[in-house]
């Protein structure tokens, strides 16, 4: 497994920023740098899984849709449309709704109503498109990983990291709202 090269610490001019104006001069330029990774690399993701779907013959899916057909069909367990908000961190319910409807008239998952709440699946075409999804992400992206030298554990932690700053965000986000 490859290890990065080590580096001089780097500096606020001299690191790739969203935005300069954001990342300032003194301490914490570096959520600048992590704003602008995190925004490349969901640009990135986002591309991938259009690029991926239209190569499975769905080209008629954006990227939030795609989310929420592979966390519907997560674990093969009905789920709410507010337990997929939530898992997906999402805070308006509307885009989970629009989404679940188009895939269930797309005939990728189907809904029952139980009491007064929906439960959704996927449907047998739904749940063989996420498994043929899975298999050219293996082929496509994880075989490039594996080619690289990626270290497994690396991306581990590094997504650990990264759900950990999801909790400053959302907290940064609720003191904004309450100004």
């Not at 497994?1 to 780097?10: E, F, L």
């Not at 950990?164 to 986000?173: N, P, W």
Request: one cysteine or more; charged letters at 25%.
């Amino acid at each position: 497994m490859s290890t990065p090269p080590k580096t001089q610490p780097k500096t606020p001019e001299a690191a790739i920023v969203s935005s300069a104006h954001l990342a300032g001069d003194g301490p914490g330029w570096q959520m600048s740098e992590l704003e602008y990774a995190l925004t490349m690399a969901n640009n990135a993701f986002s591309r991938w899984m259009l690029h991926c779907m239209a190569a499975l013959g769905h080209k008629d899916f954006n990227p939030l849709d795609i989310l929420i057909l592979h966390n519907v069909n997560h674990r093969t367990k009905e789920k709410r449309l507010i337990d997929v908000a939530f898992m997906l961190n999402i805070d308006d319910t509307h885009t989970v709704n629009y989404a679940l409807k188009k895939l269930v008239r797309a005939g990728l998952v189907e809904g029952r109503k139980m009491g007064k709440e929906m439960f959704y699946q996927t449907t047998p075409e739904g749940a063989d498109l996420c498994t043929r999804y899975g298999k050219l992400r293996r082929t496509c992206l994880l075989e490039a990983t594996e080619a690289s030298g990626r270290d497994y554990d690396e991306i581990s932690h590094v997504a650990a990291v990264l759900r950990s700053l999801s909790g400053l965000y959302d907290q940064a986000s609720r003191a904004a709202a309450s100004l």
